[in-house]
Antibody, heavy 123, light 107 residues
């Protein structure tokens, strides 16, 4: 059974930093690009970033570019999101998700999602 | 970035009804569209990918169609577990973007 388990969320002040983790199991982590997405309370879905299998290729949404960094440790089957210079508008549930298809980093859908971790940015 | 619009934004339906939700893209995206269903407090669940393909485990009452800029999700014989919000997502290029959602509730 595929499992994605996010952790690291919490309350942080504006301008602060947080690192999220996503522990993956039940599939060959080293065969899939992985993404982070978020959903503000009562709002829609926003894709944030994707990492290729090797992490040599990454893409970001403009809303987080220069502030957030995606990375992965394939030896630990874990995906990370380092979030710096956090803003109130970054408050959301953050999900990690697995690409539907394996291999190269190409835009595609997500067939597995974690349960999410809540990040609240507030003073 | 490619923008997606959905219609209607909400609808009321009864168990057994056929429901149709539309998604329109600001740019042509060939067949690169996915549909998701979300229940409050839960992550989205993939229903359709590549415009019309169903992942393993998704009931056949769900179907997707369309190409280019106009897409449709059809739910035949709506079941109690189908209520919630439906989102479309373009898979044509980065940044990946989602539609604003269509909320389906009980009539």
């Amino acid at each position: 059974e595929v499992q994605l388990l996010e952790s690291g969320g919490g309350l942080v002040q504006p301008g602060g930093s947080l690192r999220l983790s996503c522990s993956a199991s039940g599939f060959t982590f080293t065969s899939y690009a992985m993404s982070w997405l978020r959903q503000a309370p009562g709002k829609g879905l926003e894709w944030i970033s994707v990492s290729s299998v090797s992490a040599r290729a990454t893409y970001y949404a403009d809303s987080v570019k220069g502030r957030f960094t995606i990375s992965r440790d394939n030896s630990k089957n874990t995906l990370y999101l380092q979030m710096n210079s956090l803003r109130v508008e970054d408050t959301a549930v953050y999900y990690c998700a697995k690409d539907t298809g394996s291999g190269a980093i190409v835009p595609q859908s997500f067939d597995q999602w974690g349960q999410g971790t809540l990040v609240t940015v507030s003073s | 970035a490619i923008q997606l619009t959905q219609s209607p934004s909400s609808l009321s339906a009864s168990v057994g009804d056929t429901v149709t939700i539309s998604c329109r893209s600001s740019h042509g995206i060939s067949g690169s569209l996915a549909w998701y269903h979300q229940i409050p407090g839960k992550p989205p669940r993939l229903l359709v990918y590549d415009g019309s393909s169903l992942p393993s485990g998704v009931p056949s009452r769900f179907s997707g169609s369309g190409f280019g800029t106009d897409f449709t999700l059809t739910i035949n014989s709506l079941q109690p577990e189908d209520f919630g919000t439906y989102f479309c997502q373009q898979c044509n290029n980065y940044p990946l973007t989602f539609g604003p959602g269509t909320k389906v509730d009980v009539k």
